[in-house]
């Protein structure tokens, strides 16, 4: 603002509000204060080593031999780009202590939040009552496991790794839970399932779920999921399938071909929501038969499983669009208590993305330690950007070009996505080898044939979304895992498109462990 001369008519400002004349105005030098050394406790950032004091409420009248009004204003405004300026009776030394005591109040409030105790673990229910509010009157049925003190790694001392370790059994654990459930339970679950499998991408009236009752699925299957270890020990036979990302009319498909979970035993690996259209209705889904069959249904978390990641690659929007933002809430705290891993019978390890250099420490020697340690991880919680939940999500095997680099990778190396590491086939063959397993199934990477070996066919990638994002020509994979009767050396894929449920699940070859089944798109190519 550039001020002009002085009118005439305008009264004299040299007194103030009270008729009290002005005080003598300090001269137009720059005063300078410095400070010796900041005050105890304070940093360097904190201690203001030169300041300047000018006259800016009360500017003496325009004087012939003075600078004028616009050259106090320039000399104010250039010297404020370069250094502070504070006004006429402000000390430096009130800022240091301002700024030492905010300091000090982070500081203890850091401190009092590492040194709280951690929250206990949420109790485990003892209830079946899914969908309906329990009252008084209502029956509590016992825990899911049947075998606590067993199979509970805190309390267990002689552990032998060899011997199957299945925390439940499938069909007793299922069958007890269904028998506690009310009809009118039931009946809803069912109806929720009914209603979604009628809802279609393309043609007919949408039924899909209201926001008030996909909310009420996420409430009721959070303890169902947490009464579950963060680490599975399962069974055979099953199927394992890998990604999904929202393509609700190939996981239809899938459920068709493969067989629905009212007979069938299945494993999902993650990655459930975000780039398809339909995240909501495949989410749902799946979480209505982990109601209905809480142990024969199971679902690992993916790293799109994540509040960071669904904000980016679609869920956000999708729920924001569709509903609100407190549905897209309710689905991240049920994606947070998601167990992590799974081994089937001892031989097979499952995870979404991979191995961890955490897993492999010295104190790791054998399989008990392995899962104490990976039972350990507290639930719910979110994904961090690196550690031992991190890399179980994000890491991937090495893959090289031969044809540009003929050097075997070996060891660990930084990620090519920016989060976790990649691993070769050494890591691999040390980690099977010191845990006496046989076989890594994980998901994460899209594969043309929708399942592909790597490391001499000790590790296996299943892909199970067809014409992925309509723009990957792939096929999806379900591996059928039949019966195991010792190692996996000898599994075979199946090469033909379509390995009935029966054919799949009871082979009569002696070296036959597993198989294949391959699914196409049943959506166009976009």
Not at 168 to 175: G, V, W
Not at 377 to 403: F, H, K, T
Not at 408 to 419: A, I, L, N, Q
Not at 472 to 483: G, K, W, Y
Request: hydrophobic fraction near 30%; glycine fraction near 6%.
């Amino acid at each position: 603002m550039i001020l002009g001369p002085r009118r005439s008519n305008r009264p004299r400002r040299d007194t103030v509000a009270n008729k009290q004349p002005l005080e003598k105005q300090p001269s137009l030098e720059q005063t300078h204060v410095f400070t010796d050394s900041p005050e105890p406790g304070l940093s360097e950032a904190g201690c203001l080593s030169e300041t300047i004091s000018l006259p800016i409420a009360s500017i003496k009248p325009i004087q012939a031999s003075g600078p004028s009004r616009n050259a106090l204003c320039d000399m104010y405004i250039n010297d404020r780009r370069n250094r502070p300026c504070y006004p006429i009776g402000y000390q430096p030394r009130d800022r240091q202590k301002w700024l030492g005591r905010r300091k000090d109040r982070l500081i203890f409030r850091s401190t009092l939040f590492r040194r709280l105790p951690r929250s206990p673990p949420p109790p485990q229910p003892t209830s079946s009552s899914l969908l309906v509010p329990t009252n008084d009157n209502s029956v509590n049925p016992g825990p899911i496991k049947t075998e606590p003190d067993r199979n509970d790694l805190s309390v267990q001392e002689d552990h032998d790794v060899d011997s199957p370790t299945i925390p439940f059994s499938l069909e007793d654990c299922n069958a007890n839970n269904a028998a506690k459930l009310t009809n009118e339970e039931i009946n809803q679950i069912n109806s929720y399932i009914e209603r979604l499998w009628q809802t279609r991408e393309k043609g007919g009236k949408s039924n899909m779920l209201t926001e008030e009752e996909m909310m009420g699925i996420c409430t009721k299957v959070r303890p169902i999921i947490l009464s579950q270890p963060n680490q599975l020990d399962l069974q055979g036979p099953l199927k394992i399938c890998g990604d999904i990302h929202g393509q609700y009319s190939d996981l239809l498909h899938l459920f068709e071909l493969c067989g629905k979970p009212d007979k069938i035993n299945y494993l999902f690996l993650g990655d459930y929501v975000d780039r398809g259209r339909h995240s909501l209705e495949t989410i749902s889904l799946l979480l209505c038969y982990k109601l209905k069959y809480p142990c024969r249904f199971f679902l690992l978390r993916g790293n799109h499983e994540t509040q960071s990641v669904t904000r980016i690659y679609g869920f956000f929007d999708e729920c924001k669009r569709r509903f609100t933002v407190k549905l897209w809430r309710q689905f991240i705290d049920t994606f947070n208590c998601l167990p992590v891993c799974a081994i089937i019978e001892n031989q097979i390890f499952c995870c979404h993305g991979g191995l961890s250099p955490e897993m492999l420490t010295p104190e790791m020697t054998d399989l008990f330690e392995l899962k104490q340690k990976l039972r350990k991880m507290q639930r719910p919680c979110d994904v961090p950007e690196n550690g031992l939940l991190c890399d179980i999500l994000w890491s991937d095997p090495w893959y090289i070009d031969y044809s540009e680099k003929a050097v075997e990778p070996s060891g660990w190396e930084s990620s090519e996505r920016g989060v976790s590491y990649m691993f070769g086939p050494d890591v691999i063959d040390q980690f099977l080898e010191r845990f006496n397993l046989d076989l890594i199934v994980r998901a994460h990477q899209v594969v043309e044939d929708g399942y592909e070996f790597y490391a001499n066919r000790s590790l296996v990638t299943v892909f199970s979304a067809p014409n992925y994002c309509g723009e990957f020509d792939n096929a999806a994979a379900v591996f059928c895992l039949s019966r195991l009767t010792g190692n996996l050396d000898s599994l075979q894929p199946s090469h033909s498109n379509l390995i009935t449920d029966d054919e799949a699940m009871n082979q009569d070859e002696a070296d036959l462990e597993g198989s294949f089944q391959i699914i196409r798109s049943v959506a166009p190519k976009k």
